[in-house]
């Protein structure tokens, strides 16, 4: 991990140092560099269960830089640096490399890419982010594309570590991603608000008994045409899901000492941590996190027409047992949107669906499943140049659970930025967006970009 | 430039052709035999004016198309000063670099935002087509991702300034109907001022724009456009260079003139016929940077 590390810090230094030994010597346009640094504040009107914080503070510190020494080679950077007030930054200087922690880390290295490109072809290696999917709702098809849920309502994408080489003719594109070292998604912390045990489970201590990361490597296909005034692709992934399994264990004594006793965890509404049956005779709950094997066969279209464009996307999910991972549901996972733009509004409002064709006895955390069976729309409106405002909502449709934001942002000069959001959660505990109906927030935050 | 020249004759006559102009023409040459209107029938005369409002709508087209094609170029690149004046005056600045292959209608262009900090690398990629409205995508660097941009309102401001999405297309000169509606003056220089009003074919926010084509060198002076018979936005070309042999104009000022805001775009490191490659103006080229 050391050596790993080194190596990763080495070429970041290289591509540093050329880069400023680039502006200095050649074409401005040959480096580019963008950053910011933004704080923020959390500030929640109640008290969760199992957290009494209702103050959070968050800083990140992000810069991307960007080399370009010839027109057919790039090499792009990021390094972002944390700190937080609600312990969910390690407390560690380490450059982490690979976003497997449990928590963010402090100091981590958020890509490391090369580009080669030559006529049609394209070759992206290293640490990167690859984006499949046309809707802005939910992406059923972006399998490469793990995100932080530390705060479900408010998430982050984390790059993979992989090779991507894309070839397009014409209005025809192919991409072929191969992926050695799986991301997990990153999960709420256990004994934080955005974990919601609920029953008689909720008075027992909750331990991370770690996670069964998958060793073997994904690789996935997608093929997209650009027609005349509509576009489509297909898309194939064959590898882990990024959202777990979740395994929860009752133990007696102190976890790792006395063994497991017996599973009390019982399949729940997809999307929670699941309804806990007796647990009685138990001291504490130990999670565990296991990446089920999918295969996942996508489609996804934007078709404007003089009214509205619509846009849909769905990805139908298989899957099979692999090592500690049980086999998960199998189902279809959808969503369809029309998005108009009429004067200074931006207007997207849809419906994501699921089928499930296929149901099995594991419980998952799965916020996409989740937020299924709900009818969501967005509006954003320009005030000016320097202000707008966006209203998003998710409502589901058995009406058990709601969430709605509103936001306001405001820029100042060339580099700041004040971004004022309100978040309303409300529902019922058994709904994956009601269970949060404790976590209601408004979020305060101050960007500085550069 | 002899093509300007017979090109200016030609604007001339047309002028001459609007209705409220008809009682001088006799003194104009080349249109003499309508000044003599006594001895014609009222028929005569409704035909001949209407062959003068055709050839002037000829004329206005004929005009339209030469300031098109002197500013053919196989590719263009620059970098845009944006800055944005509202009714009191604050300002909002935002800069890019520019890129365009082809023109008139069936070109692509990448247009990649540097200033300010936050939107720096921002792409849109615009696909022009001669028979409708563009295609356009943008790539937005901080969530890693392309979007088709919903454009069925065409009239929605660009990233807040007062230019809309429809003022950054390319006017083709196939879209729109011309009339010539006379002679003015813009900044000292002479123009024809020359009503157009887009086809059926072509949806536009506009009921009609009015434009002002400097004589001697073919350039756009100014464009007014109205909705119904008042206008909303105007924009004023000034500081025109001959940049490679084509005369630009490397401010361009709009005024929205309900809102009483203004956004002045200025163009710098102008450049024609660039090198550029098909495969610069792709989704996937404009994840680079």
Request: proline residues 3%; aromatic residues 10%; glycine residues 10%.
């Amino acid at each position: 991990m050391r050596r790993r590390f080194n190596k990763a810090f080495f070429v970041c230094f290289v591509l540093f140092v050329s880069s400023r030994y680039a502006v200095v010597t050649t074409q401005a346009q040959t480096v580019t560099q963008r950053g910011f640094v933004e704080g923020r504040a959390l500030l929640f009107p109640r008290e969760a269960p199992n957290d009494p914080t209702r103050v959070v503070g968050d800083l990140l510190a992000r810069e991307e830089l960007v080399v370009k020494p010839a027109p057919w080679v790039q090499f792009a950077t990021g390094f972002d640096l944390r700190a937080n007030s609600h312990d969910q930054v390690e407390d560690s200087w380490r450059l982490d490399v690979d976003d497997r922690g449990v928590k963010r880390p402090r100091a981590s290295l958020r890509r490391l890419t090369a580009t080669v490109t030559h006529g049609p072809f394209t070759i992206d290696a290293g640490k990167q982010f690859i984006r499949w999917g046309k809707a802005d709702i939910i992406n059923p098809t972006d399998r490469f594309a793990p995100r932080d849920f530390l705060t479900v309502v408010d998430t982050e994408v984390l790059g993979v570590t992989g090779v991507r080489g894309v070839v397009q003719h014409r209005a025809e594109t192919l991409e072929v991603v191969w992926v050695p070292r799986f991301t997990p998604s990153r999960l709420p912390l256990l004994d934080q608000r955005w974990t919601v045990i609920s029953g008689a489970a909720a008075a027992l201590p909750l331990v991370d008994a770690g996670s069964d990361l998958p060793e073997r490597s994904q690789a996935g296909l997608r093929w997209g045409h650009v027609g005349s005034g509509f576009e489509y692709s297909l898309s194939f992934y064959n590898g882990f899901n990024n959202l777990p399994n979740v395994g929860l264990v009752g133990q007696v004594g102190q976890v790792g000492q006395v063994g497991q006793v017996g599973q009390v965890g019982q399949v729940g509404q997809v999307g929670q941590v699941g309804q806990v049956g007796q647990v009685g005779q138990f001291s504490v709950l130990a999670l565990t996190r296991s990446y089920p094997a999918i295969r996942t066969y996508g489609a996804d279209a934007a078709i404007p027409t003089p009214w509205f464009t619509i846009k849909g996307e769905a990805a139908y999910f298989t899957s099979r047992q692999s090592g500690k991972a049980a086999a998960a549901d199998e189902y279809l996972l959808y969503v369809v949107q029309i998005e108009r733009q009429t004067g200074e509004w931006m207007i997207v409002a849809g419906y994501s669906g699921d089928v499930t064709t296929k149901r099995r006895s594991t419980l998952a955390f799965a916020p996409d499943r989740g937020m299924a069976r709900s009818i969501v729309a967005r509006a954003s409106y320009t005030i000016d140049p320097v202000r707008s405002v966006a209203f998003e909502t998710a409502i589901h449709q058995n009406g058990r659970g709601a969430f709605g934001k509103i936001e306001y942002s405001q820029t100042s000069g060339q580099h700041w930025r004040a971004t004022v959001t309100g978040v309303g959660i409300a529902g019922h505990s058994d709904d994956f967006i009601g269970q949060y109906h404790h976590n209601s927030h408004v979020r305060v935050a101050v960007r500085y970009s550069f | 430039m002899s093509n300007g020249c017979e090109k200016g004759q030609v604007g001339r006559v047309g002028q001459v052709g609007q209705m409220g102009q008809v009682g001088r023409v006799g003194q104009v040459g080349r249109v003499g035999q309508v000044g003599q209107v006594g001895r014609v029938g009222l028929l005569g005369l409704a035909l001949a004016l209407l062959s003068l409002d055709v050839r002037a709508a000829d004329n206005a087209r004929q005009i339209v198309d030469e300031a098109q094609k002197r500013t053919d170029v196989t590719s263009q690149r620059y970098e845009g000063l944006l800055q944005v004046f509202d009714a009191r005056g604050k300002v909002s600045d935002k800069r890019w670099t520019m890129e365009r292959l082809g023109a008139h209608g069936q070109s692509k262009a990448v247009l990649r935002f540097t200033v300010p900090a936050e939107v720096k690398g921002v792409a849109l990629l615009v696909v022009n087509h001669p028979d409708r409205a563009s295609d356009q995508w943008m790539w937005t660097p901080a969530i890693e991702r392309d979007r088709r941009i919903a454009l069925q309102d065409r009239a929605t401001r660009f990233f807040g300034t007062d230019f809309s999405f429809e003022d950054l297309e390319e006017r083709d000169v196939n879209h729109y109907e011309y009339v010539l509606a006379g002679d003015d003056t813009i900044d000292g220089a002479a123009c024809w001022k020359i009503q157009s009003t887009p086809r059926e074919s072509k949806s536009s926010q506009y009921t009609s724009s009015t434009i002002w084509i400097r004589k001697d060198n073919y350039a756009f002076a100014r464009i007014e456009n109205y909705l119904k018979d008042q206008v909303v936005r105007r924009l004023n070309y000034s500081n025109i260079q001959n940049v490679q042999g084509i005369w630009t104009a490397k401010q361009l000022e709009m005024t929205d003139i309900r809102r009483g805001s203004r956004t002045r775009l200025t163009l710098d490191k102008l450049e024609y016929n660039v090198p550029l490659k098909d495969e610069d103006f792709t989704l996937q080229a404009i994840r680079r940077r």
